[in-house]
């Protein structure tokens, strides 16, 4: 026996659902992204994360960052 709704739902009902759901939690998601800012204040990475550019988090060496053929590593918008 396999589950199936008894009518199709419309799109838009779902849409509705899907709207009034962001709007209560908008807040909440913007505010729980937080962002790792370097010193010139640019965004490089998401927080508890190691950074990108230097391989550091909380201020210790966590990953070597490979910059090849005297390449400098790049900046990452966020």
Not at 45 to 51: P, R, V
């Amino acid at each position: 026996m396999t589950f199936a709704p008894k009518q199709q739902l419309s799109k838009v009902r779902g849409k509705k659902r899907y709207s009034a759901w962001l709007k209560l939690n908008a807040k909440r998601l913007k505010d729980g992204i937080s962002l790792q800012y370097n010193a010139a204040g640019e965004a490089m990475a998401l927080a508890h994360f190691a950074s990108p550019i230097t391989g550091q988090y909380k201020g210790r060496q966590v990953i070597r960052i490979k910059t090849g053929r005297g390449k400098v590593p790049t900046k990452i918008r966020a």
